[in-house]
Structures are given as structure tokens and as C-alpha cells.
């Protein structure tokens, strides 16, 4: 039998993983859910029943990972939000009618109405534009002019063409930011159900995230990703720094394997219609520099990725480094090309910071990118890597300082503490540092974003928002 605790509430708590929990008079009720979407959906049909055979509404705490949620559900299956929902950042939700009404703020019964200021007494006879100035009338004079002397004049008002009059009135275009309702969890149930609520603070640093990778620059920018130990993370960071940028800010991003030996980047990536490299690019670089040269030419050369939107240059990984090497002049006319057609370059680099080719990457980089695992050794060859890049040159030690580091969880078995002491060692080092979770769809084969967890998604939503928070840092 429900006592009178069930009918003022019920509790409910949904983990990570999709499964639940509903609690009814101390009893827990386990839910075998494996989408929390499911558990949710779930959760409110239980609660509709026991509403129903109460004849009455049921309040239900429900406890997510991202928050807690009061809520209130129907006889009927309705669901209303308390005041307080999610750590207190959603606004109230009014109870929806036939036609759901905009959330709007709690008064108080008793509070009075604001007081209105009171306006100066003016004459019928002369009614005053909307667009006319507020300054004051000038005050008349204490001894009263001879009444032979005309008045003075005032000063005339600005015309519409004077500069004066544009300033003083304020203009009918605004930009006043409207945030979109809620589209995650609990708050975007309730926005599909009909009752507008405001996003909570994980989906609004989420939106941020997006709206930083977003954004175009005036100008190309390259991004260096490096660490000279190999199976560090290079290639995935590169692959998935520029499918985060191309999905949210659109085309005009290339991935660029520059490496002298056994380049990988073409293997984890998709091939287009040809076998074409880098080493097929250099021949043509002269006419891809002309006048007469168009963006399609590039065609021949890149191999564009489908579900990620941006294009992939290759080197040759089956050809030995000595049939193959470039130089640093060679950098440089890819580079030319690559800036000339993409907004962002993202460079895969390879494991020998003396060479040539790698110092020449350095000297055309915008942005440095560690890349490491949990792994020890990993995180002390990326620590090693920046402590050299700071004694090189001037330049060379501001990329270092203003470096972002990820690091990915190398081990599904290995302990958290494991990759947060990796994270916590590169804080005082470089400019930022973002953890990536473990996920099978990084360790091989072709790797694509959406193949990721959600959780990693995010994750690696959040590092390219560090990347072009910290582009805008050093360049604006």
C-alpha cells in the first residue's frame, strides 16, 4: 500500500550506462534499460500508473549524471519540471495547457507592481517625436530680459543629417542573442512535450564548444600534431581534430600526413578515386599556385573524407624513406598550395624532430598539439619534445607555452588515476590539456567520428575547442 511519503514523491536514479532505479515507498524497482532516453520514457509510464490509481499527480526526483530533476507526473502521462530542476539553472516550467505557454520566472503573490516614473507635464498643442532627444530644455534666466530685446533663440536641434542626430536616438536593429530551448535530458523532454526550457549547463558548454570550432579565421591556419615517440596518438588526433573542426565549421580543412617513414594517416582514413600522394602533388605545385588553377584541381590529389568532410593528403608509407624524402623546400610549396585552398591545415608529423621536413613544419605552424597516451613513456617523449621546442627559437617557445595536449586513455584496464597524473603533469607545461576516454574504435582500421561513444565524442568536441581557443589567443 503507498503511504502518504509516495504520494508527495518518488525517486528515481538513472546512471551512465541506461539502467535505472525507481524507488516506490522504500522499494526499489529496478528498470533494465540500456538508453537512458528508454529509462526516462520508462520512469514516467511507472509513475503515470501509480498517479493514476492515486487519483492524483506524484512528484519524482529523478538523479541523472548531469543533475537532479523534481518533476511532476500526471494521471495521464504529463509531465511538468519544478522549480530548481538541475542544480537550479532551469527556470520553472508553468504547468502546459491545450497550448503551452514560454516558461516564465516565479513572483511573488504579494509584490507590488514597479512604480512608474513620473513624466513631466507637457502641452497637448505640442507633442514631442518618439525619436527626439531627452536633454533638458536650458533653464530661463533669474532677471527677466527688456521686453525691447527679442528672446534668444535656442539651439536648433541636429538634423536628421547631422551626425548628432543618429547618436541620440537608439537603433531599430538589434542583436540581442536568444537562446535556443533544451534539447538533452530531461529539459529536452520536456521541450518536445511542449513546455520551453532553458538548456542546462552541460548542453550550453556543449553549444560553446561547437560554437569555437566553429568559427572561421581571416586567413589559413596550421596546426602541427607531434610528440616523437611513435603509437603516441599522432594519426587519430590528426584524423579527429580534422573531422571535429569540418563537421561543425564546415568545408575547407585538410589533414596532411608529413612524414618521412611509414606514414600511416592513409590507412586509417578513406581512399577516393585514385592512389595519389603528396610526392603527386609536388610536380604540379606550380600550376596549382597560378592564376588559372581552381580549387577542383585538387581533386586529383586529395582523398576526401565522406562522413567527416574533410580532405586527406598522403605520403607513400610503402615506399622505403630513401626513394621518397622530401625537404624542407618541398614543405614549403605544399604549403603554399594547402594554404592557398584550405582554411585549416592539420599536420600529422613523424617521430624525428631533427629532420628537415619536421623542423620546416614547425616553422609554418600556427598551433602545437601534443598527442600522448596514459602511457609513461608517451607522456615524457611529448614533456621532452616542448622543453626542446622552448630553447630552439623565440617562435618556436611560444607555441610551446601556448600548446594544447591530449591525451587519450591508452588501456581499458588501467586505473584513472593513470592517465589524470599524465594530465596533471602537462597542466604546468602547456596551454591547456584535455583527457580523451578509451575507445575501441580508435585503436585500428579506418577511424570516423561518428563511429565514436558519445561520451568520446565529446571529448574530442572539447579538445578542438581548446585547439581554437587557443588560436584565437595567439593570432586573434
Known amino acids: 500500500m503507498l503511504d502518504d511519503a509516495t504520494r508527495s514523491g518518488l525517486s528515481a536514479v538513472i546512471r551512465s550506462d541506461g539502467s535505472a532505479v525507481l524507488t516506490v515507498d522504500e522499494t526499489p524497482q529496478p528498470i533494465d534499460t540500456a538508453l ?37 507526473v500526471h494521471p495521464d502521462g504529463r509531465v511538468d519540471s519544478l522549480e530548481g530542476a538541475a542544480a537550479g539553472s532551469s527556470p520553472a516550467a508553468a504547468p502546459r495547457s491545450a497550448a503551452p505557454q514560454p516558461v516564465a520566472a516565479p513572483r511573488s503573490a504579494a509584490a507590488a507592481p514597479a512604480p512608474q516614473p513620473v513624466a513631466a507635464p507637457r502641452s497637448a498643442a505640442a507633442p514631442v517625436p518618439a525619436h527626439a532627444s531627452t ?12 521686453s525691447a530685446a527679442p528672446a534668444p533663440s535656442a539651439a536648433p536641434a541636429p538634423s536628421a543629417q547631422e551626425p548628432g542626430a543618429r547618436e541620440s536616438r537608439e537603433s531599430f536593429l538589434t542583436s540581442e542573442h536568444v537562446e535556443e530551448p533544451a534539447t538533452r535530458g530531461w529539459r529536452g523532454a520536456l521541450v518536445r512535450a511542449g513546455v520551453r526550457v532553458a538548456p542546462g549547463p552541460a548542453e550550453l558548454a556543449e553549444r560553446e564548444d561547437v560554437a569555437a570550432v566553429a568559427r572561421h579565421w581571416a586567413g589559413p591556419r596550421t596546426i602541427a600534431v607531434v610528440n616523437g615517440k611513435g603509437g603516441s596518438g599522432k594519426t ?42 603528396l610526392h603527386e602533388l609536388l610536380p604540379e605545385t606550380d600550376h596549382l599556385l597560378s592564376a588559372g588553377a581552381q580549387a577542383a584541381d585538387l581533386a ?19 615506399v622505403l624513406a630513401g626513394r621518397q624524402r ?28 631533427s629532420d628537415p621536413m619536421w623542423l620546416r613544419m614547425i616553422d609554418h605552424t600556427d598551433q602545437i598539439v601534443v598527442a600522448t597516451t596514459s ?46 597524473k599524465v594530465i596533471d603533469g602537462y597542466r604546468s607545461i602547456s596551454r591547456d ?44
Not at 536633454?135 to 527688456?146: D, K, L
Not at 615524457?380 to 607555441?399: F, H, I, K, P, V
Not at 590539456?433 to 571529448?459: E, F, K, N, S
Not at 585547439?467 to 584565437?472: E, Q
Open 36 to 72: 537512458v532516453e528508454d529509462a526516462r520514457r520508462e520512469i514516467v509510464r511507472r509513475a503515470a500508473e501509480i498517479a493514476a490509481m492515486l487519483e492524483a499527480p506524484v512528484h519524482v526526483m529523478v538523479h541523472e549524471p548531469d543533475g537532479d530533476w523534481p518533476l511532476v
Open 135 to 146: 536633454r533638458s530644455a536650458p533653464a530661463p534666466s533669474a532677471a527677466p530680459a527688456p
Open 236 to 277: 587519430p588526433a590528426t584524423i579527429l581534430t580534422a573531422a571535429v573542426f569540418a563537421r561543425f565549421g564546415g568545408a575547407g580543412v585538410l589533414a596532411w600526413d608529413n612524414n618521412q617513414t611509414r606514414g600511416t594517416l592513409g590507412w586509417r582514413t578513406e581512399q577516393g578515386p585514385h592512389e595519389a600522394t
Open 300 to 318: 586529383r590529389f586529395v582523398h576526401h573524407q565522406t562522413r567527416d568532410r574533410f580532405d586527406v593528403l598522403r605520403s607513400q608509407p610503402m
Open 326 to 353: 622530401l625537404d624542407s623546400s618541398d614543405v614549403d610549396r605544399i604549403h603554399a598550395v594547402a594554404a592557398k585552398y584550405y582554411r585549416l591545415i592539420v599536420m600529422d608529423s613523424g617521430n624525428d624532430e
Open 375 to 420: 602511457r609513461a613513456e608517451h607522456a615524457e617523449a611529448g614533456a621532452l619534445l616542448l622543453e626542446a621546442l622552448a630553447s630552439r627559437d623565440e617562435r618556436s617557445a611560444r607555441l610551446a607555452q601556448n600548446a594544447v595536449t591530449i591525451v587519450s586513455q591508452a588501456d581499458p584496464n588501467a586505473h584513472p588515476s593513470e592517465q589524470r
Open 433 to 476: 590539456v584535455v583527457g580523451i576516454p578509451y575507445d575501441p574504435a580508435m585503436i585500428g582500421g579506418l577511424l570516423h567520428y561518428g563511429a565514436l561513444r558519445p561520451a568520446t565524442q565529446r571529448a574530442w568536441l572539447s579538445a578542438g575547442a581548446s585547439i581554437a581557443r587557443s588560436l584565437d589567443a595567439l593570432r586573434g
